[in-house]
């Protein structure tokens, strides 16, 4: 914070008509979701055909087997922009310049985004995927995540922000 005159300014604190314009356009933009994101699926139709009834198997009791791993989140295929998820993240609007500066450089407001060699997943690139409660690709779930991880870990998002520039990860 600075102090000007008596007045306490804080970073991102810019009535809205004279803020920056490339902000509130990102901010207010719709989220589509591009189709070569996704694999290509053809469902094939056979002839239906009657299949041999199966024999009966008897099954020895067997040591009980270790639980598979847990599938993937589902992809986000809804629509929304990043001040929809924002808000209904319960983010508070005086947040948003901070949120959108470290969700830019993380995922791209790509809800979707994947880093290959860690897993981390989502808007805010939680790792792993799975401490986000929902779906990490869901941008609301994983910006919900994020609000406990920015006050827990950094005291809030001004905060987080300003590591995130120091260090370029939060």
């Given at each position: ?54 024999e009966p198997v008897v ?47 993380e995922s791209g407001w ?16 939680a790792l792993p995927c ?41």
């Open positions: 914070m600075l102090l000007v005159g008596g007045a306490v300014v804080a970073p991102f604190a810019v009535p809205q008509a004279t803020a920056d314009q490339e902000f509130y356009e990102r901010i207010h933009q719709e989220f589509v979701p591009d189709p070569a994101d996704f694999e290509p699926f053809e469902l094939e139709v056979a002839p239906l055909e009657k299949l041999p009834d199966p099954v020895p009791e067997a040591a009980p087997v270790a639980a598979a791993a847990p599938a993937a989140p589902p992809r986000y295929t809804g629509g929304g922009s990043p001040a929809e998820w924002m808000a209904a993240a319960g983010i508070p609007e005086s947040d948003w310049g901070y949120v959108d500066a470290i969700v830019s450089r790509n809800p979707n985004a994947t880093n290959a060699s860690s897993g981390a997943c989502g808007l805010v690139q799975s401490k986000v409660p929902g779906s990490g690709y869901d941008p609301v779930d994983n910006l919900r995540w994020a609000i406990g991880y920015a006050h827990g870990r950094y005291g809030g998002w001004a905060q987080a922000y300003e590591f995130w520039q120091a260090n370029h990860w939060w």
